[in-house]
Nanobody, 118 residues
């Protein structure tokens, strides 16, 4: 399972930065892929960014490329999302997720609200 903790406030002005963290209850090394999705009411979840356990090149959604960065700390079993140059359209509930290919199971964090004011 993943539990999301937010570093910093949930409301930020446009142009600001915010960092989200997600700590897994088990070892992060058991996950094949991990990262973040986001969702606004009435819309499907959108990929924000993902990273593999082998720490290959992260993959990002088009709307956040160049502004957001996904990273992980194996020693702390934690996944991070650094969000810079935030825009009002980044307002959403952000979910961390992890996928264990060995048992074909996807885990989701409980979600955290990020609000960007104009």
């Amino acid at each position: 399972e993943c539990s999301c903790r937010r570093l910093g406030g949930g409301v930020v002005q446009a142009g600001g930065s915010l960092r989200l963290s997600c700590t897994t209850s088990g070892s992060i090394s058991s996950l094949t892929n991990m990262g973040w999705y986001r969702q606004v009411p009435g819309s499907q979840r959108e990929l924000v960014g993902s990273i593999s356990s082998s720490a290959g090149v992260p993959v990002y959604g088009d709307s956040v490329k160049g502004r957001f960065a996904v990273s992980k700390d194996n020693a702390k079993d934690t996944i991070y999302l650094q969000m810079n140059s935030l825009k009002p359209e980044d307002t959403a509930v952000y979910y961390c997720w992890g996928y264990d290919h060995s048992i074909m199971t996807t885990y989701w964090g409980q979600g955290t609200q990020v609000t960007v004011s104009s």
